[in-house]
């Protein structure tokens, strides 16, 4: 238990932004030019200073004072579990291993210690599966769970249930899960962002194939 204490205290280290578009631009097989080649020694310059002072907070701090932590990662049910008590939301079925088994094993071997979890779209908004990941390793994982934006409202109450009774600290907004006649700023989705405001929980948006007359 104490481990786990003073695991949950230890400040996270993240690969900078910055960092790694300089990598690609230093890496690029493209011939530089007067104005590359003064922006590519500007981010070496800079990503070099980046890495110093990390080295040099590890070291002062000591090498396990830091651990890696995946800020978006999904898990759905092994097909044992989805023939049985979790299954799939229909046309949604897994076609790669994504079980909570499996995402042990490859989080052990990369060396990172937690993760959040984020509702996948195999289960819809039938949450039972990650929310039984959450509660078997508390000290592991954080959720974020899907918003439902239903016609009756049903899915701010579920939002509620998922923040206060289930403990999940996020909620997704998926713009394509409205109804195709529906903006994501109708009166269930005012409502939805309403509650997640009023219950402190940040609110993340999935922006991959959204078109701007989702939100507008």
Same mark, same amino acid.
């Given at each position: 238990?104490? +481990?786990?204490?003073? &695991?949950?205290?230890?400040?996270?280290? @993240?690969? !900078?932004?910055? &960092?790694?578009?300089? !990598?690609?631009?230093?890496?690029?097989?493209?011939?530089?030019?007067?104005?590359?080649? *003064? *922006? *590519?020694?500007?981010?070496?310059?800079?990503?070099?200073?980046?890495?110093?002072? +990390?080295?040099?907070?590890?070291? %002062?701090?000591?090498?396990?004072? @830091? %651990?890696?932590?995946?800020?978006?990662?999904?898990? $759905?049910?092994?097909?044992? #579990?989805?023939?049985?008590?979790? =299954?799939? @939301?229909?046309?949604?079925?897994?076609?790669?291993?994504?079980?909570?088994?499996?995402?042990?094993?490859?989080?052990?071997? +990369? /060396?990172?210690?937690?993760?959040?979890?984020? #509702? =996948?779209?195999?289960?819809?908004?039938?949450?039972?599966?990650?929310?039984?990941?959450? %509660?078997?390793? =508390?000290?592991? @994982?954080?959720?974020?769970?899907?918003?439902?934006? &239903?016609?009756?409202?049903?899915?701010?109450? #579920?939002?509620?249930?998922?923040?206060?009774?289930?403990?999940?600290?996020?909620?997704?907004?998926?713009?394509?899960? $409205?109804?195709?006649?529906?903006?994501?700023?109708?009166?269930?989705?005012?409502?939805?962002?309403?509650?997640?405001?009023?219950? /402190?929980?940040?609110?993340?948006?999935?922006?991959?194939?959204?078109?701007?007359?989702?939100?507008?």
């Amino acid at each position: 238990m104490a +481990a786990s204490s003073s &695991a949950a205290r230890a400040p996270c280290r @993240f690969l !900078s932004p910055l &960092a790694t578009t300089s !990598s690609r631009t230093l890496l690029s097989p493209t011939p530089p030019t007067a104005a590359t080649s *003064r *922006r *590519r020694l500007l981010l070496s310059s800079t990503t070099s200073t980046i890495c110093a002072a +990390a080295m040099a907070a590890s070291s %002062k701090a000591g090498s396990n004072s @830091f %651990k890696v932590v995946d800020s978006h990662l999904h898990v $759905w049910a092994s097909p044992l #579990q989805a023939a049985g008590e979790y =299954p799939f @939301f229909p046309g949604q079925e897994a076609t790669l291993r994504g079980d909570v088994d499996f995402l042990l094993e490859c989080m052990d071997e +990369a /060396g990172v210690a937690g993760a959040l979890i984020v #509702q =996948p779209i195999n289960h819809m908004f039938d949450h039972s599966l990650v929310t039984s990941v959450l %509660k078997k390793y =508390p000290s592991k @994982f954080i959720g974020c769970c899907l918003a439902n934006p &239903a016609d009756d409202g049903s899915g701010i109450k #579920q939002l509620e249930h998922l923040i206060v009774q289930e403990k999940y600290c996020a909620v997704r907004f998926n713009p394509n899960l $409205w109804p195709s006649s529906q903006k994501m700023t109708n009166e269930v989705g005012r409502s939805l962002f309403a509650k997640a405001g009023e219950l /402190g929980a940040p609110v993340g948006i999935m922006v991959m194939k959204v078109k701007e007359a989702f939100i507008y």
